[in-house]
């Protein structure tokens, strides 16, 4: 069942509906296509950004979590 025709609001509707009418594609196809596009677009800033926000917590913090001391190299940088 699909709404709309199977266009969504979001950025990957917009994508949907661009690779449909693009490339004459069903709207099944096209969704999926859009939804693996966006998706991979969407996780790769994620994961930088968490990255840099969990490498930037401070040692005095870090060291009051469980496990925290293990993050921690001999010299005082965390691993």
Same mark, same amino acid.
């Not at 926000?53 to 496990?67: G, M, Q, S």
């Given at each position: 069942?699909?709404?709309?025709?199977?266009?969504?609001?979001?950025?990957?509707?917009?994508?949907?509906?661009?690779? +449909?009418?693009?490339?004459?594609?069903? &709207?099944?196809?096209?969704?999926?296509?859009?939804? &693996?596009?966006?998706?991979?677009?969407?996780?790769?800033?994620?994961?930088? &950004?968490?990255?840099?926000?969990?490498?930037?917590?401070?040692?005095?913090?870090?060291?009051?979590?469980?496990?925290?001391?293990?993050?921690?190299? +001999?010299?005082?940088?965390?691993?």
């Amino acid at each position: 069942m699909t709404i709309y025709g199977g266009y969504t609001a979001f950025p990957s509707g917009i994508v949907t509906g661009f690779v +449909a009418k693009t490339f004459d594609l069903p &709207i099944l196809t096209a969704n999926v296509i859009a939804e &693996i596009t966006t998706d991979v677009a969407d996780k790769i800033p994620s994961v930088i &950004i968490a990255f840099l926000a969990l490498k930037n917590i401070p040692d005095r913090f870090l060291v009051k979590l469980p496990f925290g001391d293990k993050y921690i190299n +001999a010299d005082g940088n965390k691993t």
